[in-house]
């Protein structure tokens, strides 16, 4: 609540919560700025905030079960990152100053990947993971796709994701595991469409179950 070093809490997207009961939300601090936190009802613990080597940090983030969060933030320097915390010091998992021109919506899972997608420097979006090493490409535009939503990713590395391609008519979510890309599910049948772009994405559980909003 605002009474201590709150000023106000972001609505979009809503705080994040793992299976140990660890919650993480954006906030602007009274101080000026913002950061990412999490909390158990007891202490906070600041995760990164704009007093550092960040900017700005998006309130774009995801928390795995050992507390650690995955976060999108402008640096000082220059440019925009994925980045990865729990309190100490921050690992960079991507940013800007190599082929991408932007990176954002991370997804992390218990065994520390991160899920993410970017616009490329020689255009198109791509979804890559990564844990802070090489980066693996999931999906891009040079196969035939437009828009992607916010990717998800589960325990065993398998990726959702949404694509669009408004010049066909067509809309699907799909996953890949260990490369092996499966459509769940496409507008071809029943359902029209899946949402709002960003705002309705599916969500992927451990077991594979995906679960998403159509119409």
């Known amino acids: ?3 201590g070093p709150f000023k106000s809490f972001t609505n979009y997207p809503r705080p994040a919560i793992n299976n140990t009961g660890t919650v993480a939300f954006a906030a602007e ?11 158990n ?8 905030d704009t007093n550092g080597p960040f900017s700005f940090i998006y309130s774009d983030f995801s928390i795995n079960g050992d507390g650690t969060v995955a976060f999108a933030a402008d640096v000082d320097e220059g440019g925009t990152g ?4 729990n309190g100490g010091a921050t690992s960079t998992i991507a940013d800007t100053s190599g082929s991408f021109s932007s990176v954002f919506s991370p997804s992390i899972n218990d065994e520390g990947r991160v899920a993410f997608q970017a616009l490329l420097d020689t255009s198109g979006e ?3 993971t990564g844990n802070g090493g090489a980066l693996t490409p999931i999906v891009d535009t040079s196969d035939n796709f437009v828009r992607f939503s916010s990717s998800d990713i589960n325990a065993e590395g398998t990726v959702l994701y949404r694509t669009l391609q408004p010049s066909k008519g067509t809309d699907s979510i799909s996953t890949n595991s260990n490369g092996v890309v499966t459509t769940v599910v496409d507008n071809t049948g029943p359902f029209s469409s ?8 599916p969500s992927l559980n451990d077991t594979g179950t995906v679960a998403f909003g159509a119409t």
């Open 29 to 39: 601090l009274d101080a000026g700025g913002n950061g990412i936190f999490i909390g």
């Open 126 to 128: 791509s979804v890559f």
């Open 41 to 48: 009802g007891k202490a906070t613990t600041t995760i990164a």
């Open 194 to 201: 899946f949402g709002t772009l960003y705002l309705d994405n």
């Open 82 to 85: 994925i980045f990865v915390g």
């Open 1 to 3: 609540e605002t009474s």
